[in-house]
């Protein structure tokens, strides 16, 4: 089929993924309360309060134009352009700011977390994995193992606070927040101060990025792990006794070599699938993990958001993630046909 | 000083559940330039035989007892990273299934690369492509397709490409696993073909192994017959022809179908293979066999019949060395 | 979205499909004196056995705290925020509570949720998965795409937004997570009816003009329940640490009742001053509820499904 023919046809069928996911939204934050403007002020508001802040929302018209309004908020270009975001609704909390607005600003943070969580955990869980599988039976595997099963069993939140004691506490390494303390952020040029600040030749901003980053983005990266770990193995394990594996050895190839370029590069396939859709689940750790370390990504956002009832951020938040998952998922899908050449068949 | 010598080797598989003496008491030799054939049924020992050869042999497997001489060094004693170099480069394997033994996220070419520069650390890429292309040509696949991918060739276009693996660097023995058994018989023929004018080419040794006698009658020199793990009989080609005397390697003839009879009862060997776990005291083919006697019940020895031919049976007419 | 299936050599997947098919028999007669077998059973049953006993430790000590705890949970009964001591040997929050007596009851509403989401999930998502793959056609497609697409979103976010929605509470709470994880029970499902219905024996059954439920219920469904026993446990797992999770966010219940979810949360606020107690305990108590049913969901896959026999 070729890469390119492959892509396109992707991209297509996701329009339908993303049409149905922001119609779940829409039911669950618009349908399923009943009347969210009313649950704004938890059943106990001024009815004339209610009235108005709904038709400040647009919440007063039919829900099939309630839903062809979101909809079109969501693609209006013009919108886009004027203020650099899409059109996600107004907030309950303060309905002269844009949730668009709020959402992309507090994006970035949560998409730095996510990428160096995803590199601790898979960069941990597949060593370990490989180590645990050239090991098969004997001790450092039945260690390793454990390692796995008990890190997952770990809620995130309580290895973050027991992080933050240890670190935060005895050594005086608290969460303050922010991004990067002490000096000023980087210019934006990908919202990523790690790359932006290197970019710049901002060393100084680099290291508190970093240093910023470092506590969450390792307590998310560990209990991560354990998922890259198990598979990494169950699949070395399977294709180690494969014959290509031994026809390798037999032609003198070096041990490493075997394990790696044989080996893992065909173990490697489906845990990269794996990466994809684990993304989802690295996402609902990032919630807690920002609310752990008072982190300002989109998961604290929503968090916050919750306690003051404001739920058109909410919903704004939760397309948000939608929108994110579906686009990683996307770009797993296109990196596994590149690197497997069967899939594009 | 033969290419070749194999001094009563044992190898055994130390499962969960037991032992399991896949290769026992096995001795031979071969020279350059000779064709050995293995046959024997599934589980016989003959692959384990083969791997053992390059100490590829899958754990839990372990060479329990004996040697295995390449041009005089015993290899089993051999440290890994010698071992190593040996692989490929003085001895090579050709595996069963071209379906599974290439990388199936390498280029084909890329194979040939890997493996030059492994063992001639100082080769220079464009050397090792141009050295890949005139193999191929030699194996009859366009050189253009150097750059495809193992899933892109047909089944016998791959398992040249595997001889043309197993050749590459000129190795002084070369052993065939079942090189046939995937590919359909006139494919089957024009391997066969391939590795005879290969032999004839570059002189090395051949070991050729196959559960299929005719394959093994036809184009080797020697031949060994293995069952349950021993060798039964050892004989040159022309020999076992005239004189097969094991009642196990007379069934099996018997058992060829000769195509220009019209008709023909097939006859099979009544029984089935030895349970590895528990093998039967005494002689391993004794259940089966429809001369067994009392002596049969012990283990019968190696013995020489003369014109090189050994046979491992009482019906020699030798009695029995207590086991 | 269905992505297409790699194509690497062998099969890729955790865990596999057991390989025979049983014939229709009671599976209890079959369950009971496997349960009583299990310690034999080499590394994986100790696994099992392990975490059952954790789980049942928890469950006991849940059970019968309300008449063993030293001091009422909720009443302020001792010095405030003061590290394990004697009389206190795990120490006291910063209201002065006894952290031994809130331990020792913290289970129960996490018990509570997770038990009744599993249960909603294991009522929704078994017979929809049988049914939908049974019948095929557009039906299935449809349910599966809109499954697979909540299978795709980000769980804790999913809880999240049904959980502001709908409230606390222990109900609303195991709601939100039973969506969440229906998704698994009902792929487990399905997959599994997809590779049993083209099976000659149901084939069979059918031509001999068993009904459609029948065929269901007693020939289709014995093959499927070791796979959802598997689901079951790890499912357990993770709705506990979903309700912990949506606890420490503020989405729990009501401050009345001793939780180890709140303890964590409050917890949080006493960490600059070094309290750790007040997190520690609790959390280790979630840790080890969750890795009792991590154990015996492992155990059970390696007995049902035995891996790679050396």
């Known amino acids: 089929m070729g890469l390119r023919s492959y892509v396109i046809t992707r991209i297509i069928l996701t329009i339908p993924t993303l049409l149905l996911l922001l119609t779940a939204v829409f039911l669950v934050m618009r349908v399923l309360p009943g009347d969210p403007a009313a649950l704004h002020f938890e059943k106990k508001g001024d009815p004339a309060d209610v009235e108005r802040l709904r038709q400040i929302l647009g919440m007063d018209k039919p829900l099939w134009q309630q839903y062809i309004n979101y909809i079109g908020g969501l693609v209006d270009i013009g919108y886009l352009r004027q203020h650099g975001y899409p059109n996600l609704g107004k907030s309950m909390y303060q309905t002269s700011e844009e949730v668009g607005g709020q959402v992309f600003s507090a994006f970035p943070a949560t998409l730095e977390l996510a990428i160096y969580a995803t590199i601790i955990a898979s960069v941990l869980g597949i060593m370990l994995g490989v180590a645990s599988s050239k090991s098969y039976g004997k001790t450092p595997d039945h260690l390793i193992r454990n390692f796995g099963t008990i890190t997952y069993a770990i809620p995130v939140f309580f290895l973050g606070l027991i992080f933050q004691l240890i670190f935060g506490v005895y050594l005086g390494w608290l969460p303050t927040g922010q991004r990067i303390s002490n000096v000023a952020p980087p210019t934006t040029i990908t919202g990523l101060y790690t790359i932006d600040s290197i970019l710049q030749g901002n060393i100084i901003a680099f290291v508190e990025s970093v240093r910023a980053l470092l506590l969450p983005s390792l307590t998310l990266g560990i209990v991560l792990s354990g998922v890259f770990l198990r598979l990494t193995r169950a699949n070395m394990l399977e294709t180690l006794r494969l014959e290509f594996v031994t026809a390798a050895r037999a032609r003198g190839l070096q041990e490493s070599t075997v394990t790696y370029g044989y080996a893992l590069r065909n173990a490697f396939l489906p845990v990269l699938t794996m990466m994809g859709l684990q993304f989802a689940m690295l996402l609902g750790g990032a919630v807690l993990t920002e609310t752990t370390f008072s982190w300002p990504g989109l998961g604290k956002y929503m968090v916050d958001r919750i306690n003051f009832r404001d739920y058109t951020a909410i919903q704004g938040a939760v397309v948000m993630f939608g929108l994110f998952v579906t686009l990683v998922s996307l770009t797993v899908d296109v990196l596994c046909a590149y690197l497997d050449p069967r899939i594009r068949l | ?323 | 979205m269905r992505k297409k299936t790699t194509k690497t050599p062998g099969s890729f997947s955790a865990p596999k499909t057991s390989g025979s098919t049983k014939t229709p028999r009671s599976f209890l007669a079959r369950i009971i004196p496997g349960l009583t077998s299990l310690t034999r059973r080499g590394p994986s049953g100790w696994m099992v056995t392990l975490g059952i006993a954790i789980v049942l430790g928890l469950v006991v000590m849940t059970a019968v705290s309300p008449f063993v705890v030293p001091h009422d949970p909720i009443l302020y009964h001792g010095p405030l925020r003061s590290p394990p001591s004697l009389e206190f040997p795990m120490g006291t929050t910063d209201l002065g509570q006894d952290m031994l007596s809130r331990v020792m009851m913290g289970g129960l509403i996490m018990l509570q949720v997770a038990a009744l989401s599993v249960f909603i999930c294991f009522l929704i998502g078994v017979p929809l998965g049988l049914f939908s793959s049974y019948v095929g056609g557009n039906f299935d497609k449809t349910v599966s795409l809109v499954i697979d697409a909540v299978y795709a979103f980000p769980g804790l976010v999913l809880a999240i937004a049904i959980a502001a929605v709908l409230g606390s509470g222990v109900i609303n709470m195991a709601i939100s997570i039973a969506v969440v994880y229906i998704p698994s029970y009902y792929r487990i499902v399905r997959s599994q009816v997809l590779s049993i219905k083209e099976l000659t024996y149901v084939e069979a059954a059918r031509s001999i003009g068993a009904k459609w439920h029948t065929v269901l219920y007693r020939y289709i469904f014995p093959n499927v329940v070791p796979s959802i026993v598997t689901v079951l446990t790890v499912n357990f797992a993770d709705a506990v640490l979903t309700a912990a999770g949506l606890t420490f966010i503020g989405l729990g219940v009501s401050v009345d009742v001793p939780d180890w979810g709140y303890d964590l949360t409050n917890g949080r606020k006493l960490l600059t001053s070094g309290a750790w107690w007040v997190i520690t305990f609790p959390g280790i108590m979630i840790i080890l509820l969750a890795l009792g049913f991590t154990f015996i969901g492992e155990g059970l896959s390696e007995l049902l499904n035995p891996k790679l026999e050396r």
């Open chain 2, 1 to 323: 000083m033969p290419l070749l010598k194999i001094d009563s080797l044992d190898v055994e598989y130390r499962t969960n559940r037991g032992r399991i003496r896949a290769v026992e008491d096995v001795s031979f030799s071969l020279e350059k330039g000779e064709v050995l054939g293995l046959a024997g049924e599934s589980g016989s020992g003959k692959s384990t035989l083969g791997l053992s050869i390059i100490r590829l042999v899958p754990s839990p497997g372990v060479i329990v007892r004996g040697s295995i001489e390449i041009d005089g060094t015993d290899i089993v004693k051999l440290p890994e990273d010698k071992m190593r170099l040996l692989r490929g480069g003085k001895v090579a394997y050709i595996f069963q299934d071209p379906m599974t033994s290439l990388n199936p996220v390498k280029k084909v070419g890329a194979h040939f690369v890997e493996m030059m520069q492994t063992h001639e650390p100082d080769l220079e890429k464009k050397v090792a492509i141009e050295r890949t292309e005139k193999i191929l040509k030699d194996l009859r696949i366009p050189s253009e397709r150097i750059d495809d991918y193992p899933h892109q060739f047909s089944g016998g276009m791959r398992q040249r490409i595997m001889i043309g693996l197993a050749i590459a660097l000129n190795p002084d023995l070369v052993i065939a696993d079942e090189p046939t058994t995937a590919l359909d018989v006139i494919v089957q023929a024009k391997i066969l073909d391939l590795l005879a004018s290969l032999r004839d080419r570059y002189g090395m040794g051949l070991i050729l192994i196959s559960h299929d006698l005719s394959i093994i009658l036809e184009r080797c020199d020697k031949i060994i017959v293995m069952y349950g793990g021993s060798m039964v009989e050892y004989a040159p080609n022309a020999e076992l022809h005239k004189n097969p005397i094991h009642p196990y390697t007379q069934a099996l003839l018997q058992s060829i179908p000769n195509i220009e009879l019209s008709e023909q009862k097939l006859s099979a060997i009544p029984g089935s293979p030895p349970n590895m776990l528990n093998p039967p005291k005494g002689c391993s083919f004794g259940p089966r066999c429809p001369y067994a006697k009392e002596q049969c019940r012990m283990k019968p020895s190696l013995i020489d019949v003369g014109n090189d031919h050994f046979v491992r049976c009482f019906a020699t007419g030798e009695s029995a060395e207590v086991e």
